[in-house]
């Protein structure tokens, strides 16, 4: 039974950190690119990050480049994303995901497994 679960997530204000983490299980981990894409109010879903299972290459949107940090724990099955200097428009459901790709392209309509998702809602 494929698993992706998704903790860490919760009431930050701007310019505070959060780490969220996702556990994965349930299918061939070496095979797939971990990650996490996003959800605002209204909004579509965006692919944030992604980091390749075999030398940890990662990718970044524009949006969160230089603020978001992304890091994978292959023994734990588990992946990180470091969250630093919170913006309100960083307000949103995180998912993680699983695809064998990421360098090439993080699309959500591309993307094999979704967790449920965790809110991460910004104070104002």
């Known amino acids: 039974q494929v698993q992706l679960v998704e903790s860490g997530g919760g009431l930050v204000q701007p310019g505070g950190s959060l780490r969220l983490s996702c556990a994965a299980s349930?299918?061939?981990?070496?095979?797939?690119?971990l990650g996490w894409f996003r959800q605002a109010p209204g909004k579509g879903r965006e692919g944030i990050s992604c980091i390749t299972s075999n030398n940890g290459n990662t990718r970044y949107a524009d949006s969160v480049k230089g603020r978001f940090t992304i890091s994978r724990d292959n023994a734990k099955n588990t992946v990180y994303l470091q969250m630093n200097n919170l913006k309100p428009e960083d307000t949103a459901i995180y998912y993680c995901a699983a695809d064998p790709f990421c360098l090439s392209r993080w699309d959500f309509s591309e993307v094999d497994y979704w967790g449920q998702g965790t809110q991460v809602p910004l104070s104002s």
């Open positions: 349930g299918f061939a981990l070496d095979d797939y690119a």
